[in-house]
Nanobody
Framework: QVQLVESGGGLVQPGGSLRLSCAASGSTFSSLAMAWFRQAPGKERAFVATISRIGDSTTYADSVKARFTISRDNAKNTVYLQMNSLKPEDTAVYYC?????????WGQGTQVTVSS
């Protein structure tokens, strides 16, 4: 069983930055493909970014390209999401996801609110 704990959310003004963290336990971290998703009020959960097991490949949703950066530190069992130039439409609960084989694990989410 993999446990995921997100942190780093909060309230930020438009144009500001936040860095989310997701700490994993219960598995060899380098065996996990990691991703970030988000769910805005009244909307379905949506893909944000993903990173390969060793961090050599990343993919982003079009809506966050050039503003968000996903990274991982396998020594710290942590994946990050650096979010720059934040917009009100980035307001959502952000979830960390881990995949190992056919098993999928989710964190509890962290709230990000972009508002003046």
């Amino acid at each position: 069983q993999v446990q995921l704990v997100e942190s780093g959310g909060g309230l930020v003004q438009p144009g500001g930055s936040l860095r989310l963290s997701c700490a994993a336990s219960g598995s060899t971290f380098s065996s996990l493909a990691m991703a970030w998703f988000r769910q805005a009020p009244g909307k379905e959960r949506a893909f944000v970014a993903t990173i390969s097991r060793i961090g050599d490949s990343t993919t982003y949703a079009d809506s966050v390209k050039a503003r968000f950066t996903i990274s991982r530190d396998n020594a710290k069992n942590t994946v990050y999401l650096q979010m720059n130039s934040l917009k009100p439409e980035d307001t959502a609960v952000y979830y960390c996801r881990a995949v190992r084989g056919t098993s999928v694990y989710w964190g509890q989410g962290t709230q990000v609110t972009v508002s003046s």
